[in-house]
């Protein structure tokens, strides 16, 4: 007689529930009356000595194991909250101190005036740059499906995307663009963003915003704005921005970006058509 897989099995001559039972009673029994045959013993010196250096061994070798692990610390617990992309992987993310520059009154590059000092400050953080190539490889983990934008194989192939941290950056320079103060500068100008017309700038915009609120409130920060004394002769209590981050290792991020950036005139050619089934939304998504 064949048995299927899911066949119940033919029942045991003797069935060993009541020798297991009595197995059980006679462990505990052990573990808590002290049997003298068979309770841990430290009888001689060599075994004691033996015991104590087997325990310290695994003692250390955890330790050590404990401290190697510290050193990739950041990699974990990037890989573990950051969304993968090959940045995790070529980049590596790190985390250092460092304190936010949160004075009222002192202005510095990036919050001046419309005019070219202030633009070529936040261009060099990577505002502007073009897409950068993701390997088919790391096209799946990086959240990025089969039927995407593909670049044709005889120019490499791999997907392009941007990286959304300089996005979110873009925007907020798009922000600044449009700051009421600034507006009439940037719209005079009509470059970049500005050279679309008003009612698509104004999306454009709302956009932006749209997107730094959803990334500030993803990543909400749980530290705290202490405050300080202000005015020796009368004093007032002033919330004190000057705090301390764990901040990622941003200018490695916008160096990579900056070197894997996709050419700068690409033949027409450049993307690979969709294949067949491939989703074509009807409007933007
Ligand atoms: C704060 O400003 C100083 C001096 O300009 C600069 O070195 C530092 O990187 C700034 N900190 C941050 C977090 O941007």
Not at 9 to 27: D, F, G, V
Not at 37 to 62: D, E, H, K, Q, Y
Not at 129 to 141: L, M, N, T
Not at 165 to 190: E, F, I, P
Request: net charge negative; proline share 6%; glycine share 8%.
């Amino acid at each position: 007689m064949k048995m299927g897989l899911f066949d119940k099995a033919p029942p045991l001559e003797n069935p060993t529930h009541e020798s297991s039972e009595r197995l059980l009673a006679e462990e505990e029994g052990t573990l808590w009356t002290g049997n003298e045959t068979s309770a841990p013993t430290c009888n001689s010196f060599a075994v004691c000595l033996f015991r104590a250096s087997a325990l310290i061994l695994v003692f250390l070798v955890g330790a050590l194991f404990g401290f190697q692990w510290r050193g990739d610390l950041d990699g974990l617990c990037s890989q573990h909250v950051s969304q993968y992309s090959t940045i995790i992987k070529e980049v590596g993310i790190q985390y250092s101190l460092q304190e936010f520059n949160g004075s009222l009154l002192k202005e510095n590059i990036f919050r001046q005036d419309a005019g070219p000092d202030v633009d070529a400050a936040w261009e060099s953080l990577g505002v502007n740059y073009r897409s950068v190539r993701i390997p088919p490889e790391d096209a799946e983990q990086s959240g990025l499906a089969a039927d995407q934008v593909k670049i044709n194989a005889k120019y490499g192939g791999g997907f392009p995307a941007n990286v959304e941290g300089l996005h979110h950056l873009h925007c907020l320079n798009l922000l600044r663009q449009s700051l009421y103060y600034n507006y009439d500068y940037y719209h005079a100008k009509g470059e970049g963003p500005f050279t679309n017309n008003d009612y698509i700038v104004r999306l454009h915009v709302s956009h932006c915003l749209d997107i730094i609120r959803q990334e500030l409130m993803c990543s909400v920060d749980s530290g705290v704005l202490g405050q300080v004394w202000i005015y020796p002769e009368n004093p007032e209590p002033y919330v004190d921005f000057n705090t301390k981050h764990r901040c990622k290792n941003f200018d490695a991020v916008r160096r990579w970006a900056e070197k894997n950036q996709l050419p700068q005139d690409p033949p027409a050619d450049f993307l690979q058509p969709p294949s067949e089934g491939d989703r074509i939304y009807s409007r933007m998504p």
